[in-house]
């Protein structure tokens, strides 16, 4: 298991973690419904890169470093770590925001990605 910034060669594993949240009905974590996700694949990297430096951001997105955790070339999970709030944003949204595919839940991820977004911070 390994973190890493968003890439290219995951972007369709990516695609299919969000494929298995509208499958399930898992509405917490859908970043791209799956019709629209080739017209964001385009502009994902430029975007989480945007996100990362804060450069051009729509009022009211903060930034936030997301990192991917990937095993055997499958994607795991999202973290998003946000170390630059307001204390009025830390409290509505907090610093670190993480979220497993739903094939992988109940497997002890969601606890190793906190464990090492902790650590980050």
């Excluded at 890439?7 to 799956?34: F, I, K, N, Q």
């Excluded at 996700?37 to 009022?59: I, V």
């Amino acid at each position: 298991m390994e973190f890493i910034k968003p890439e290219e060669g995951y972007l369709d594993e990516y695609l299919a973690a969000c494929r298995e949240s509208v499958d399930h009905h898992v509405t917490e974590w859908m970043p791209v419904e799956p019709e629209r996700f080739e017209s964001w694949k385009e502009h994902a990297l430029e975007m989480f890169e945007m996100l990362e430096c804060g450069n051009g951001l729509p009022e009211g997105v903060p930034r936030m470093i997301t990192y991917w955790c990937v095993e055997n070339g499958a994607f795991i999970g999202e973290i998003q770590i946000r170390p630059y709030l307001s204390e009025d944003e830390a409290k509505l949204i907090g610093h670190i925001g993480y979220a497993v595919r739903y094939s992988r839940w109940n497997q002890g991820y969601g606890t190793k990605l906190l464990q090492w977004a902790v650590e980050k911070l």
